[in-house]
């Protein structure tokens, strides 16, 4: 089977399959992506606090020692 008939025959796969898909809503998107948008600004807090926490206690050894 030539390369060009494989990949003929993927494409058409990936065409079926892209059309039984269930797309979402924009009520649905937007929801998601304040989730998402939100978690990224939870997590990119919670890497700061740690990240101060983890510096002030580097300058705690390094004064004291």
């Known amino acids: 089977m030539s390369f060009l ?3 003929q025959e ?6 079926a399959e892209a059309k039984r898909v269930t797309w979402p809503g924009k009520t649905e998107l937007w929801e998601s992506t304040l989730v998402v948008i939100s978690f990224i600004f ?3 807090a919670t890497t700061l606090v740690c990240d101060k926490v983890i510096e002030q206690f580097i300058r705690f050894v390094h004064l004291g020692a």
Do not use: E, N, S
């Open 5 to 7: 008939k494989k990949t």
């Open 10 to 15: 993927y494409l058409g796969g990936v065409a």
């Open 42 to 44: 939870i997590l990119a």
